[in-house]
């Protein structure tokens, strides 16, 4: 079976900021790899493409069994997608962190 995967408005305005802050982080350093935030746009979208066929293998995000969490590895460190499996065909991707960050924005 495969499930159709999207992403609120939250989560692509995640993946926007995730982008410009390593852009930016890269911009300020003089060997700076300006290549490095289309690599980890790019390492994310291939993660919640794994969504599409196996989205119960991630780990639970709460006491719902259907909220889980992607852990995406990137680098020294990673993101992490908070999803919802709505139904037996779709799953809902709601934000995306860093896995430095505190929480989801």
Do not use: W
Not at 43 to 57: C, H, M, Q, V, Y
């Amino acid at each position: 079976m495969t499930f159709h995967v999207r992403l609120t408005h939250a989560a692509a305005e995640d993946l926007e900021r995730l982008f410009d802050f390593v852009l930016e982080r890269e911009l300020q350093r003089s060997d700076g790899d300006l290549q490095l935030a289309e690599h980890a746009l790019q390492a994310i979208k291939d993660g919640i493409a794994t969504l599409r066929n196996s989205p119960f293998t991630c780990r639970k995000a709460g006491p719902s069994p259907l909220l889980r969490e992607l852990v995406i590895p990137f680098g020294r460190s990673g993101y992490v997608a908070l999803f919802e499996i709505m139904d037996s065909a779709n799953v809902v991707v709601a934000a995306v962190r860093h896995q430095l960050e505190d929480d989801y924005h």
